[in-house]
């Protein structure tokens, strides 16, 4: 234990010697906490996303219409996997909701979806 409080000081005096060693202890951090604070946001705003709903029952209404109400995306309705898949690769739309057939029945009986 002894000899690793003695090199714990030793690189504590080193570093605060070396101005380039503390410029590094403290920018980069500083950096960090800039960066992933304020600059980095992870919030989805305003994304285009396709919705397939082969039912157009309530619940999946529900659920679309509490995704458009959030102002966080924006819904584009489809008619088929396959026109989702082209907006998708074409860029059009950064996700896809794809609504099962069964899918009010999972969520009644409470079944993972």
Same mark, same amino acid.
């Given at each position: 234990m002894r000899n690793l409080l003695t090199f714990i000081r030793k690189e504590f005096l080193h570093i605060l010697r070396d101005p380039k060693s503390l410029m590094i202890m403290v920018l980069l951090p500083l950096i960090?906490?800039?960066?992933?604070?304020? /600059?980095?946001?992870?919030?989805?705003? =305003?994304? $285009? /996303?396709?919705?397939?709903?082969?039912? =157009?029952? $309530?619940?999946?209404?529900?659920?679309?219409?509490?995704?458009?109400?959030t102002g966080r995306f924006k819904v584009r309705y489809v008619n088929s996997p396959e026109e989702a898949e082209d907006l998708m690769k074409s860029g059009k739309v950064k996700a896809v909701l794809n609504l099962s057939a069964d899918f009010e029945r999972r969520l009644l009986d409470k079944r993972e979806i």
């Open positions: 960090e906490i800039l960066l992933f604070g304020f /600059i980095l946001r992870f919030e989805i705003e =305003s994304t $285009n /996303i396709a919705v397939y709903d082969p039912t =157009s029952k $309530n619940e999946t209404g529900q659920l679309i219409r509490h995704l458009e109400g």
